[in-house]
């Protein structure tokens, strides 16, 4: 099962700035918080997420217990030709993550 | 006649004590709440560790988050940096502060020119009503910062259980 999901805009034209969506699965348990039995829930959250596009790093985040549950980044990103996108992230259990989607880049219109 | 004043007089004194208990039943949630949020940090203190002493302007930087914030859990904050992002004049970090949070450090985030506009969108947790930061590092060094005051009715480290 993916645990990431990555949302494009429907239709990419070459040299457009496009919005990317991208939401991972993860608890993101803050270590602050107790289970129902009381016991404290131990720290779990994303240490790191690279966001490359065709071989290329475009995002790094650094997230910590202050980024919420099922965390949601949308950035932006310039599109220059059809490529693909791969994540990964790692948390604080050493568990890694990874996930590929391809962007596809329409080629501009020149008249 | 005389029994009746008596019971109305001590029926007064039983309720004028229960009033006081119920008084000192609202202190004890006062204390309470104090202690969940923990110490108010100054912009200052939050930034000067990032930043040490590089220049460091209140501007170009905006903050979009709803003004009250039901739930700390999950408080949808976008960051929009005016910066051009060309090769020469670009942001590299975008860093997210909390006032209030134990971990004040709440995410950074590294952009580069490829990224074409330095605009951000998460969702991050807030332990109660306070200011956010977001500091974003250009490339030449110097640093641009943004704040908004978000008021949150629930704190996220309060036990959701």
Known sequence: MNLARIQFPERIVAGDVVKVRLLVQHPM???YLQDLLGKLVPRNVI???ICKLGGR???RVEPSSGIAANPLFEFFVRASET???HITWMDDKGQRG???QTMVVLPSSTP | MTHTTASRRRWLQHSASLGL???GLHAIPASAQKMESGKLLTLAEMMHPITRGAKLLQQDVTLTAPMLADNGSLVPLGVQV???MTEQDHVTHLYLLSQRNPVTRMAVFQ???WNGRADINTRVRLAGTQVVVALARLSNGEFRYGQLDIIVTESACVDAS
Do not use: C, F, H, I
Request: charged share 25%; net charge negative.
């Open chain 1, 29 to 31: 348990d803050t270590g």
């Open chain 1, 47 to 49: 240490r790191l997420l």
């Open chain 1, 57 to 59: 790093e475009v995002l």
């Open chain 1, 83 to 85: 490529a693909e996108m």
């Open chain 1, 98 to 100: 990874e996930y590929k």
């Open chain 2, 21 to 23: 208990a119920w008084a």
């Open chain 2, 82 to 84: 005016q910066s051009p």
């Open chain 2, 111 to 113: 952009l580069g020119p």
